[in-house]
């Protein structure tokens, strides 16, 4: 396929997703300082600024009704504009349609010109600017939320009429039936009842929840209108087919196999030459590392993805992003923040000699003169074996409070197991004592796994004992490293006050989360530490992007209840 020159491939695109931001943020702003304008004047007896005494003249049921209605559009306009911030069409249409009111409503009450001109002025940045609103809204979550208006709205007409007709005595007078009718919809519509006056408190409390009934309905089905996209299909078999080619061609980050499970979404550059790997997290988009792909492509994906999310409504984060893909999406437009440092132990020249390595040399030599072996299993793994690695990674989950991840790491299958290469150390009498999963590199020069279990009764320094195996394993591979994953929060740089706080905890949470004693056991095998980074668009959406960054790394069962164990999903960078 053709190279494709991302700055030229769409010139109206700013750096990155659908331009117009600054346009959009104006307009919104607009639209919420014409909902409080409607507020106050619906609020205040006269005019500010009127024109003679004109606004004498209007009666005064007009008055009332258009105060109503100004309250009624203001809702509207309120509940509009987080999604004109997101480009949302449906968000434009219906702070156009409340803008309209607005605007029809100040003659009416009492010819406030102020309001005429504020309305008249945001009808007309809303239809200049119409083409700055291209998002899409979920069609499912679009068609609940017009039924929640529908039926909503209906439910409040029958509450008004069932309490105007039954509660006859809590009024001055009787209604009739018709009258009933004719005003449950005057207070379904949020404007004042003709024919009936509370004589007491509670048909006085009746009519104004009415309208908050009536008001509330319609924030929920705008709501539910501007909903984000929900993202409802998976990869298939093809898409997986063509990542793969791409891998097998491109792939150079520890994380890259990842791509191929299961949680993963994936989007392609136009060009075909390069792709992104997400998980959805709400109306996030959590994307694996920084794309892997041809390098024009690259640049090409980061914009169209961008393009794409918008287009849904959704946040993204690029997680774990090595130095080189920071600087690729630095140049998009994006900001990017380290969030830990990957341990890689250069295997070609290490020796277990010297003072430094004595405690490690010592655990090898103990455990290989009791009898303890290595070995590489067959492939595919015998049945038996299987289940006793099963056994094995049950007792550790069970120990300790471990439990199965994703995102960034698998989970233990007999599938999974049998499209890697499984190392395990077993007992002088055969038994497996740990294991860990070796991960294919791709274009990479660095040795990587992933599972890494052990029996809570294993001896003392069997997974050292593993890991010497692993580094001289990669060694005769020809392998320049044996990488040992992240160490979340390590070593962080620059100031801020998310920075800091990040610093805090990783200073101060130790006690809960372990992140210094992590760090000292990879330190032990003196490793190089290469920074990883979390890669965003905005600041503001730092605390979005956190938790989806958490929930990612979760089962599909932990992601349906998002308090439970609420400490360690605020820590994103566990792997």
Known sequence: MGRFDPETRRPGLTRVGVPGARTRRVVSGLVVALGLLNIMLALVRQPIISFGRIHNRVPIEAVDGARYLLLAAAVALLSSSTGLLHGKRHAWMVAALATLA??????????????VAAAGFVLAALITTVGQFPARSDPARARRGLLWLALGELGVLAYGFAGLYLLDSQFRESPSFAEAVENALRLLFVVPATTIEPASRHGTWF??????????????????????????????RLERLRVRGLLDQYATTSVAYFHLLDDKTYFFASSGEAFIGYRMVGATAVALGEPIGEQFARKLVVREFAEFCDLNGWAFCFHQVTEAGATELREAGLSAMKIGEEAVVPVTNLSLSGKSFKHIRNTVNRLGKEGYWCERLPRPIPEETLAELEALSGSWLADGGHRERGFTLGQFSYDYLNETYVHVVRSPGGRIEAFANVIPPFQSKEGNFDLMRRRPDAEDGVMDFLF????????????????????????????????????????????????????????????????????YRSELQLPQLALAVARAGETEGSLSWPWTDLAARLLPWRR
């Open 102 to 115: 607005s605007l029809m409503a100040h003659p009416f009450k009492r010819v406030d010109y102020l309001g």
């Open 207 to 236: 009519i104004h929840s009415a309208r908050l009934l009536a008001s509330g309905m319609l924030v929920a089905g705008i709501w539910q209108l501007l909903r984000p996209v929900l993202h409802r299909t998976g990869p298939g």
């Open 468 to 535: 010497v195996h692993l580094i001289e394993h990669f060694r005769a591979e020809g392998m320049d490293g044996l990488n040992l994953g992240l160490a979340p929060l390590a070593n962080l740089e620059g100031g801020g006050l998310v920075t800091h706080a990040l610093r805090l905890l990783y200073n101060r949470g130790s006690r809960f989360f372990h992140y210094e004693g992590l760090h000292a056991y990879k330190e032990k095998w003196q490793p190089r530490w290469e920074p990883r980074y979390l890669v």
